[in-house]
């Protein structure tokens, strides 16, 4: 009900003039001008481009993110290795690295996937690696007491016990992928929602640029509900979430 007041109190300040529409568009106009965009295929080619970077940078943050946390999480010498030179990166703006990606990369597709799946992959390696260390040691020793082999206790007891806090770290990755996705559409691009955002902000567009910003929250949104969703498929089993329902 908050957020339905809200637009309808954000509409009233713009048709009154309290807000002046050349700066803020109104919720009206908002709907007009996506409705638009979405008639003339404008949108949709965009969404489609945004879409397509957004997932190709998770997936590769998942893979990266996975596969540096097994390496760290499952051996001292695996930490000594890759551990020290993810928290160097990990503290260095992502922002700032756009020119080096460019120059490395050139201007097409592959640095802004790459932008979004370095920035993404941090929350999945920190959050898997931490899950990984705080299995409890009597888990282990039950393995080799039955006589495990090491990938069936990667399998059957680690990765179990570590997935609530992978799925934690990707939920903090989707919501990253969506910021940078912001960012890399705004770096020599010729599509997507952040490239038609650029050219509103040249004609003073403010409907369009909202438009954007709308989409870019919404899917945000559906993105995080979707995780969730999976989280409460592969976690059903802990008791804390099986008694959830009932908490106050």
Partial sequence: MSAVLFVVLWQVACTTGLISTRLVASPCQIASTGWSLMRDGTLPAN????????????????????TLALMSGLSRIGEDIVDAPIQILRTLPVLALAPLFILWFGIGETPKVLLIALGSMFPIYLNLHKGIRSIDPKLVEMARTLRLTRLQTIRDVILPGALPDLVVG??????????????????????????MMMDAQDFLRTDIILVGLVIYGFFGLVSDQAVRFLESR???????RQNQGGAV
């Fill in 47 to 66: 969404l489609g481009i945004s879409l397509l970077r957004a997932v190709s940078g998770l997936v590769l943050a998942l893979a990266a993110g996975i």
């Fill in 170 to 195: 990707i939920r903090f990755s989707v919501g990253i992928s969506w910021l940078l996705l912001v960012v890399a559409e705004q770096v020599n691009a010729d599509s997507g929602i952040g490239h």
């Fill in 234 to 240: 592969l976690i059903a089993w802990r008791p804390a």
